[in-house]
């Protein structure tokens, strides 16, 4: 059965508050609440709790191994984990040839899918399948466009991914832009900053305001970005990067 991975990738600190059960069981939940399925944890393994709470809440996890650690600290954490059913994909993080380590993390663990370069902008991707021993290429793609979404952004995200291969957006959305509206880059004049500011105020009356009007056009920007992604066919995967909202 074929399921679309509909995921968040998100940082270690993004998750620091799940190393006890209760802070995990809520991202999960939220996340859930939040239609996706799927989540990557960047820059580290996923926290013993995260996994018991995916388990429990049937959500699909890609765990992280890095390869500059031990070998047999990665096959060791394989082998401790692999009977998490959370767990559908194992990543090996890093640049560089990492073709005998994800052949090796495949050989203990034949049951999942196994990829290596989803951060990797300028080097190949590779994916293994289970029980397969071929070793395929896939087209990983970053990419954060600012808000608003025009219509040539949509038009990105529907063709995005080289042909002929599966593609995964592994880390896309609209970032957060509060930083653009109340900082004057340096090369302004004294005149030309307090034009600014004065032009910010006559804007928004507040700071609460426009903070709300910045995160609704970023939430309407990754809507459209998302609804983009969804019809094209070479997607396999995407990952929206960041912390969940309520939005």
Excluded at 99 to 127: E, K, M, N, W, Y
Excluded at 201 to 212: H, K, L, S
Excluded at 218 to 237: D, M
């Amino acid at each position: 059965k074929s399921v679309l991975l509909r995921g968040v990738v998100l940082g270690a600190t993004d998750v620091s508050s799940c190393q006890g059960p209760t802070g995990a069981g809520a991202l999960i939940q939220s996340l859930k609440s939040a239609e996706f399925n799927f989540l990557r944890v960047r820059g580290m393994p996923a926290p013993v709790p995260l996994l018991d709470a995916a388990d429990e809440l049937g959500f699909l996890i890609c765990d992280e191994l890095d390869p500059a650690s031990d070998r047999a600290h990665i096959e060791s954490t394989v082998v401790s984990r692999r009977n998490h059913p959370s767990i559908v994909m194992w990543h090996v993080a890093g640049a560089g040839d990492n073709a005998s380590l994800l052949r090796r993390v495949h050989q203990i663990d034949p049951t999942r899918l196994a990829v290596s370069g989803l951060d990797v902008l300028d080097g190949a991707a590779h994916f293994m399948r289970p029980y397969q021993d071929d070793m395929g290429q896939f087209d990983a793609v970053t990419a954060h466009l600012p808000p608003p979404c025009s219509g040539r952004t949509e038009r990105f995200y529907e063709h995005v991914g080289a042909p002929n291969m599966p593609a995964v957006l592994a880390s896309f959305g609209a970032r957060r832009i509060g930083g653009a509206i109340a900082e004057v880059p340096p090369r302004h004049t004294e005149s030309e900053s307090g034009l600014a500011l004065d032009e910010t105020d006559r804007m928004f009356a507040d700071v609460e305001q426009r903070t709300f009007a910045i995160d609704t056009a970023r939430a309407e920007s990754l809507t459209l970005q998302v609804q983009a992604a969804r019809v094209n066919a070479k997607i396999a995967c995407y990952c929206v990067d960041g912390p969940p909202t309520a939005d």
